[in-house]
């Protein structure tokens, strides 16, 4: 499984996303593709040391809590440590407060590892994320207390959004934080507060992996008239921590009034507790009273646009989540299909059932199966790694440079998060028919894979949300530029195609599809009107990622053209196969999704509730 995931992300890295020019920037002048490799190595060994051998184990031992205590298998402690240990929650951080100044690229390739061995082992994407935050929006005090040790393993964290009556609806938070009595702005942690309210769906909420738990949550504070601000307007940021430190980040032995409530048991990802929390209910008083502490992160009524730092950036890793899961499942049916003997294949004159059974692998619409799995999955593998490395470009690129990766990565978060969630998943269904009869039962992994990626369109903002963020948002934000400078970089594509005979077909049917995802936004917006433009955002979102997809298909059949111009190596001849597969198969399905948005189609909206 690894080796076919690693020379798939060295050919992606350094074949594709000429990784190894990124030390052309000062900040990653000390690497090399040595550097880079040393820390794939790393990562790899981690995994298949700590992760893969007990990825059944976490699913079937699901975290349990007894009303005191969480209680999860020691794998899971083992594989947390030996993740803390290797330097990669910091891997992307500064040298002066023990990172390495890996380029994002390398970091979310390196992690890709983790991600296909195990994905609910381990929580590390949610306390990276937190800490990121923290990075930008807090006080040089809550950097070092908060921040510093999450990096370290030594704290981790959680994002504390949802809520019992309000899952994706943030407007309607009602956890409310009042001023913590006199001098409450003068506490160095930051602006002391009291917090109330139920927090639902808290992944890693509870458990005792870590010395302390890392909360930020959203909660409104209330006007003079005791009431909460309605809409996003009053939403403010703190950081409500399981147990209490001082400002040397040391724990003062007072445990904060943050109460597990219970765990949610879901489908799949079992392996990371997933919590109910209750803030201040007065379970663990502080100074003898109840109200969890908080302290106040940026501005009060701006913490929306703080989470937004970690709401994107875990889009990019759910996207990446459901990747690596569609690859696993990808690669466990591979095997199953190489070995799995059944049936003759069709002569001119029929089948003939004294020759010996084929193997799977060798009838055509096996080979079907398996092709769209490696072009959903692979193909969502190298988008995740184009969308890291604008990350990089934003952070160290010239000013123009820096200002078309940010706007780029703007448009793509969606497609990101929400392709890869629809079409992996598709991806383990495919792994799950391949293995027959077998594929339904908990002797092979491919179900687990399933059930573990079926989350990945419901959390980080459900595949409506972030169908609605697209075609409401994104292609509109500033005059349409992020969708033209998106049209830019697929023509330049194209352009370079259409002189290679083997991809001129592709680039001019790409060409096709850029202009059907162009007319089509313009139609739905022909009336001005957002309730029919966004009737039918799902479909749009489909058509956009799947022309995405495409040209990314092409530029990395580009790429393996250079490196092996003869596919020679089965591994270019794969990636050629799942190209033209994605282009015959999957690209002519716009023309169905974009149907109904051109016509900004009511049948959806305008049914009545009594006709369902």
């Given at each position: 499984m690894t080796t076919s995931l690693r020379s798939t992300l060295?050919?992606?890295?350094?074949?594709?996303?000429?990784?190894?020019?990124?030390?052309?920037?000062?900040?990653?002048?000390?690497?090399?593709?040595?550097?880079?490799?040393?820390?794939?190595?790393?990562?790899?060994?981690?995994?298949?040391?700590?992760?893969?051998?007990?990825?059944?184990?976490?699913?079937?031992?699901e975290p349990h809590f007894d009303g005191e205590r969480v209680t999860l298998p020691q794998a899971t402690k083992d594989a947390y440590d030996a993740y803390a240990a290797s330097g990669m929650l910091s891997a992307a951080q500064d040298y002066d407060i023990g990172g390495m100044q890996l380029p994002?690229?390398?970091?979310?390739?390196?992690?890709?590892?983790f991600a296909v061995a195990s994905i609910s082992i381990s929580s590390s994407l949610l306390s990276v994320g937190n800490a990121n935050l923290l990075m930008v929006h807090g006080t040089p005090l809550q950097k070092q207390v908060f921040a510093l040790n999450e990096f370290s393993g030594r704290f981790s964290g959680t994002m504390c959004l949802s809520e019992p009556q309000a899952g994706s609806s943030l407007s309607d938070v009602a956890t409310r934080a009042v001023p913590d009595g006199e001098g409450f702005e003068a506490d160095p942690l930051g602006?002391?507060?009291?917090?109330?309210?139920?927090k639902m769906w808290i992944s890693s909420g509870e458990h005792e992996l870590s010395e302390n738990i890392v909360h930020l949550v959203l909660a409104k504070i209330p006007g003079p008239d005791g009431k909460l601000v309605p809409g996003t307007r009053g939403i403010s940021l703190f950081i409500v921590p399981k147990k209490l430190v001082d400002t040397a980040g040391q724990l003062t032995g007072v445990r904060n009034d943050v109460a597990l409530a219970g765990l949610n048991h879901k489908l799949g990802w079992r392996g990371t507790t997933n919590t109910l929390l209750n803030f201040g209910e007065g379970k663990y008083?502080?100074?003898?009273?109840?109200?969890?502490?908080?302290?106040?992160?940026?501005?009060?009524?701006?913490?929306?646009?703080?989470?937004?730092?970690?709401?994107?950036?875990?889009?990019?890793?759910?996207?990446?989540?459901?990747?690596?899961?569609?690859?696993?499942?990808?690669?466990?049916?591979?095997?199953?299909?190489?070995?799995?003997?059944?049936g003759r294949l069709m002569g001119a004159s029929g089948k003939d059932a004294a020759q010996p059974q084929v193997r799977i692998i060798e009838h055509a619409d096996v080979k079907r199966m398996l092709l769209a799995q490696k072009s959903y999955g692979e193909g969502a593998l190298a988008l995740n790694l184009f969308c890291a490395r604008l990350v990089d470009e934003q952070h160290t690129g010239a000013a123009e440079a820096a200002d078309e990766a940010r706007l780029l990565l703007e448009v793509l978060t969606p497609i990101a998060k929400s392709w890869p969630s629809e079409f992996c998943l598709e991806a383990n269904s495919l792994a799950i028919q391949i293995h027959g009869?077998?594929?339904?039962?908990?002797?092979?992994?491919?179900?687990?894979?399933?059930?573990?990626?079926?989350?990945?369109?419901?959390?980080?903002?459900?595949?409506?949300?972030?169908?609605?963020?697209?075609?409401?948002?994104?292609?509109?934000?500033?005059?349409?530029?992020?969708?033209?400078?998106?049209?830019?970089?697929?023509?330049?594509?194209?352009?370079?195609?259409?002189?290679?005979?083997?991809?001129?077909?592709?680039?001019?049917?790409?060409?096709?599809?850029?202009q059907q995802v162009a007319a089509a936004t313009q139609a739905a917006w022909a009336t001005g009107n957002p309730a029919e433009a966004l009737a039918n955002a799902v479909?749009?979102?489909?058509?956009?990622?799947?022309?995405?997809?495409?040209?990314?298909?092409?530029?990395?059949?580009?790429?393996?053209?250079?490196?092996d111009a003869a596919l020679s190596v089965a591994s270019s001849a794969g990636r050629m196969g799942a190209a033209r597969y994605f282009y015959h198969y999957e690209l002519p399905k716009i023309g169905a999704w974009l149907n109904v948005v051109n016509r900004r189609d009511a049948t959806c909206a305008a049914l009545s509730e009594e006709a369902f």
């Open positions: 060295d050919f992606l890295l350094y074949d594709w996303l000429q990784a190894e020019s990124l030390n052309t920037c000062e900040r990653f002048a000390d690497h090399s593709r040595e550097t880079f490799d040393a820390v794939l190595d790393t990562c790899e060994r981690i995994a298949r040391e700590k992760y893969a051998p007990f990825n059944r184990t976490v699913d079937m031992q994002y690229t390398v970091d979310a390739a390196a992690n890709a590892f602006a002391r507060y009291r917090l109330t309210g139920h008083p502080v100074q003898g009273r109840a109200g969890a502490v908080g302290y106040l992160v940026g501005q009060p009524g701006k913490g929306l646009a703080c989470m937004f730092h970690m709401m994107n950036e875990a889009r990019i890793g759910i996207g990446m989540a459901a990747t690596m899961l569609g690859l696993a499942g990808y690669y466990a049916s591979l095997d199953y299909a190489k070995s799995r003997p059944q009869g077998y594929g339904y039962t908990r002797d092979f992994p491919v179900e687990q894979y399933w059930r573990d990626n079926r989350l990945n369109m419901i959390h980080e903002g459900t595949h409506g949300i972030q169908a609605a963020d697209l075609l409401g948002r994104k292609v509109l934000m500033e005059n349409g530029r992020g969708l033209q400078v998106l049209a830019a970089r697929m023509q330049a594509t194209m352009a370079q195609a259409v002189a290679v005979p083997a991809l001129a077909p592709y680039a001019a049917q790409l060409g096709d599809a850029l479909p749009y979102m489909q058509a956009f990622g799947h022309t995405v997809l495409a040209w990314t298909w092409l530029d990395v059949a580009m790429a393996t053209l250079r490196a």
